[in-house]
C-alpha cells in the first residue's frame, strides 16, 4: 500500500475526481481523503508519477513529494474539515484540534506553517470562517446572529469586526454586494 498526498482537495468532488483519474491510471485507492489517497499499489514508477502528476495538475491538484509540503496541505485540510463540513459549535481550542488531529506538537506544526506559507495557522484559520461565513450570508437562510452562532463566535460583533478585518467591508455591506466575491477554498 502507498500513500500519496495531493494538494488542493477540498471537497468531496475532489475526491471523487481524484478517484476518478487514479482509476484511469490502473491504480486501485482503498481510501481517498481530503489531500491524502492510499493505493493498493506497492509503489509507482517513475512513469506512473509523472503521468499521475501531470493528469492531477490539469484538474487543479498537485500531487506533493516534499513533506513539509504535505504537512501544510494535511493542515489546511483539517482546518477545512473544522469549518466547512462539520458543525463548527465546538469550543475546542484550534491547536489542541490540529495537535491531535495530526499527531504533532503544535508549536513546530505553527512555525512550519508560518516559514511556507507566509501567514499564521491562526490568520488562515480565520480567512477560512469568513469564506465560511460569507457562504452562509450569501444563503441568506440565517440570521447574522445565528450565523455568529454556528461558528461559534463569542458575539455578533465579534463575527463583524472580524469580518471587517478579513474583507475591509461589514456583512452587511457584503450581502448588498450583486457580485460574489466569494475565494475558492484552495485560493485561501
Not at 496541505?73 to 462539520?86: D, G, M, S, T
Not at 499564521?120 to 480567512?127: A, D, G, M, S
Not at 463575527?159 to 475558492?184: C, D, H, I, W, Y
Request: hydrophobic share 30%; with cysteine; glycine share 2%.
Amino acid at each position: 500500500m502507498t500513500t500519496l498526498y495531493i494538494k488542493n482537495m477540498v471537497c468531496d468532488r475532489c475526491k471523487m475526481a481524484v478517484d476518478h483519474t487514479l482509476r484511469n491510471e490502473g491504480l486501485h485507492s482503498t481510501n481517498v481523503d481530503l489531500g491524502e489517497v492510499n493505493i493498493e499499489e506497492d509503489a509507482l514508477s517513475k512513469e506512473q508519477r509523472e503521468r499521475l502528476r501531470n493528469e492531477l495538475e490539469q484538474l487543479g491538484f498537485e500531487l506533493l513529494d516534499d513533506k513539509r509540503q504535505q504537512t501544510i496541505n494535511k493542515i489546511k485540510n483539517a482546518i477545512i474539515q473544522l469549518v466547512h463540513y462539520r458543525d463548527n459549535n465546538s469550543t475546542l481550542n484550534l491547536s489542541d484540534y490540529l495537535s491531535s488531529e495530526l499527531h504533532q506538537d503544535y508549536s513546530a506544526l505553527s512555525k512550519l506553517f508560518s516559514e511556507v506559507e507566509g501567514k499564521t495557522i491562526e490568520r488562515y484559520y480565520i480567512e477560512q470562517r469568513v469564506e465560511r461565513v460569507k457562504e452562509l450570508i450569501k444563503y441568506d437562510e440565517l440570521s447574522l446572529t445565528q450565523i455568529a452562532w454556528k461558528m461559534n463566535y463569542s458575539s455578533t460583533a465579534y463575527l463583524s469586526s472580524q469580518f471587517k478585518s478579513v474583507t475591509g467591508m461589514t456583512p452587511t455591506q457584503f450581502k448588498n454586494l450583486k457580485e460574489n466575491t466569494r475565494k475558492a477554498l484552495d485560493k485561501i
